[in-house]
């Protein structure tokens, strides 16, 4: 539905976006997934037409978009400033757009009850934003983008100004709300547990450039880079050995045992469910090499303690380069 | 109650506070005990006539003429300053070239001092060899005479005026529209509105503080700022570009009147009252805060 092809976008020397492409298919969830500053922002704001790439092109539904205006896009947009109009009241907000397209007052009405009720704002219609919580404000910059029965909606790190338990329900609620009303969404987001938990595909994108897309599922088990294997996960994956030797084992993936390869306990870090254990593997005389285990339930080790620790060789993980 | 805390929030506000009362109140004060007496001259000591010196004004054409004129003069300098401020300032906030250079430009008139805009201005508006008539000379019309002409003095007056404040006022509508959010216009960008549509249902509503208090400030400021009118009509011909402040001023200065000239300055006062009442009750509910 949506195809971006080979978009980049420089800022003098500096290129922030170099060459992205990928495609959206008809009601699918892809979050756009980096570290902050990898461009996928700016990505977001080329696919909008707030910025103009400095080459390639944007295809939605078959048809070039690359030079249209925003508004010409009919795209809708969440952004994580929310911008809600603080004058307007919350009604007044959410049929901005409608009112902007001259969509007829009846249609308007009907559709602005239906949003009302999927999201929940039914009794704060008549107040202004500055009257609302954070969370509330979220739920009318939803139920704004959803009122406008766009082709694709981009959402730009929506949920990055609420706080944790609240992140975590709106997490769920935007997922259902999205495969109820079967909606294309482009999800900006630098947090890995929102990509993994609400997208069907992931494009990880690092230093400009596409790292690898995927579904969540493979991106986990399947990195393709490094980068991939170490940014996903948490605490992120050990790679041990150098050059051709190097391999990755995530740290759920380690045992402490009986038998094995010795490592020396550095510190622990206990987390409730589990304890996260940091050891040195490195053999006596060499330079430290750290390795992190993920061990379930409650262990305090000892500092210099010694273990025994191995792993099911399914569980390494190779990279070409 | 007067305790200590009181006692020390007063003593904090008395520098602030003798100032104001010395300065201000109490001239106000005796300036409105003084409308109600008058003396037969400087040395005679002054008695009390009541609403006499009321009575003078109302029956006083001249009064009546600088009262049309600066209701003329504030009708024709506020509302154009203030829409030529918006543009300015939404013109210099875009992303264009030399936008330093622009504001810098624009901002010029209102750090001259108002006498030295009135000489500029006098150059400009001369006669025989100003720049106005010298131009419309270049093209085969002769100009009138900006400010000795009755049907056209005050006008003049109003262009120099408009000229001078705009800039001014720009300062203030810079600053709102900078502290506005960039994501709001992309939202209403994005939700398909035309520049227009945002401008009247965005950019304008969210200014309605920043123009509250420049509406204020120019209407004041048509009643307050007559210092042109030294340099360029003195009021003239015949009290046609006369405004209420220069007219007090004449009439205790030129006139040596004090008595009418109190009685006039408390007719100013009680009218800027009344509209900064006014707008602060009546504007103030229509208007959004964050």
């Known amino acids: ?321 | 109650m007067f305790s200590r805390f009181n006692l020390k929030a007063w003593l904090l506000l008395l520098p602030a506070l003798s100032f104001l009362i010395a300065f201000t109140h109490w001239p106000t004060l005796k300036t409105i005990w003084r409308s109600f007496t008058w003396a037969k001259s400087d040395v005679a000591p002054s008695q009390f006539v009541g609403v006499e010196n009321y009575q003078i004004l109302v029956d006083d054409p001249i009064f009546w003429k600088v009262i049309e004129n600066n209701f003329w003069y504030a009708l024709g300098t506020v509302p154009t300053s203030i829409a030529l401020a918006i543009i300015m300032a939404l013109w210099v906030n875009s992303k264009i070239h030399c936008t330093s250079l622009l504001r810098l430009a624009f901002f010029t008139p209102t750090i001259l001092p108002m006498i030295t805009v009135a000489n500029i201005w006098l150059f400009f508006y001369s006669p025989n060899i100003g720049l106005f008539n010298q131009l419309l000379g270049l093209v085969g019309i002769e100009g009138p005479n900006w400010l000795g002409d009755p049907d056209i003095a005050l006008s003049s007056l109003m262009v120099m005026t408009v000229w001078k404040e705009a800039g001014f006022f720009m300062i203030f509508y810079l600053a709102a529209l900078q502290t506005l959010s960039p994501d709001l216009f992309d939202a209403a960008k994005l939700e398909g509105a035309s520049t227009w549509r945002i401008f009247r249902k965005i950019t304008f509503p969210l200014l309605m503080p920043t123009t509250l208090f420049v509406l204020i400030n120019a209407i004041l400021n048509a009643f307050k700022l007559v210092d042109h009118l030294f340099i360029l009509t003195k009021g003239g011909p015949n009290n046609e570009s006369n405004l209420l402040l220069y007219y007090i001023y004449e009439t205790a200065f030129s006139f040596l009147d004090s008595y009418y000239a109190a009685t006039l300055t408390v007719v100013m006062l009680a009218t800027l009252a009344l509209i900064a009442l006014v707008q602060i009750f009546v504007l103030d509910r229509r208007i959004h805060y964050r």
């Open chain 1, 1 to 321: 539905m949506l195809k971006v092809e080979g978009i980049s976008r420089r800022y003098g020397d500096l290129t922030v976006v170099d060459k992205l492409s990928f495609t959206v298919n008809e009601g699918e969830f892809v979050a756009l997934l980096g570290p902050s500053g990898c461009g996928k922002s700016t990505s977001l704001k080329m696919i909008a037409g707030l910025e103009m790439p400095d080459e390639g092109a944007i295809e939605l539904d078959g048809r070039d978009i690359t030079q249209l205006s925003p508004g010409e896009r009919k795209l809708a947009m969440v952004f994580q400033s929310y911008a809600l109009f603080p004058h307007l009241k919350v009604e007044e907000n959410i049929i901005f757009g409608l009112q902007a397209r001259k969509v007829s007052k009846d249609e308007q009405k009907r559709r602005l009850d239906s949003v009302v009720e999927l999201v929940g704002l039914g009794d704060h219609l008549q107040k202004k934003p500055g009257q609302l919580s954070g969370g509330q404000c979220q739920r009318v910059a939803l139920a704004r983008a959803i009122v406008a029965q766009a082709k694709l909606c981009l959402m730009d790190e929506p949920l990055s100004n609420l706080d944790a338990k609240l992140r975590n329900e709106m997490r769920t609620e935007i997922r259902a709300l999205q495969q109820r009303l079967g909606m294309s969404v482009i999800y900006v987001t630098h947090d890995q547990v929102e990509a993994m938990s609400m997208a069907d595909r992931i494009v990880l994108m690092n230093d400009g450039k596409i790292e690898q897309i995927d579904v969540p599922k493979a991106l986990y088990n399947n990195p393709q880079t490094i980068f991939t294997a170490q940014f996903i996960g948490s605490p992120p994956m050990n790679i041990i050995g150098s050059g051709k030797n190097r391999l990755g084992i995530r740290p759920e993936h380690i045992e402490i045992s009986d038998k094995g390869m010795p490592a020396n306990v550095v510190s622990c870090d206990y987390h409730g469910a589990d304890t996260i254990v940091l050891a040195d593997v490195g053999a006596a005389g060499e330079d430290q090499k750290l390795v992190k285990i993920r061990y379930p339930g409650h262990a305090m080790f000892e500092a210099q303690q010694r273990l025994l620790i191995r792993w099911d060789s399914g569980n390494e993980h190779r990279f070409p380069n």
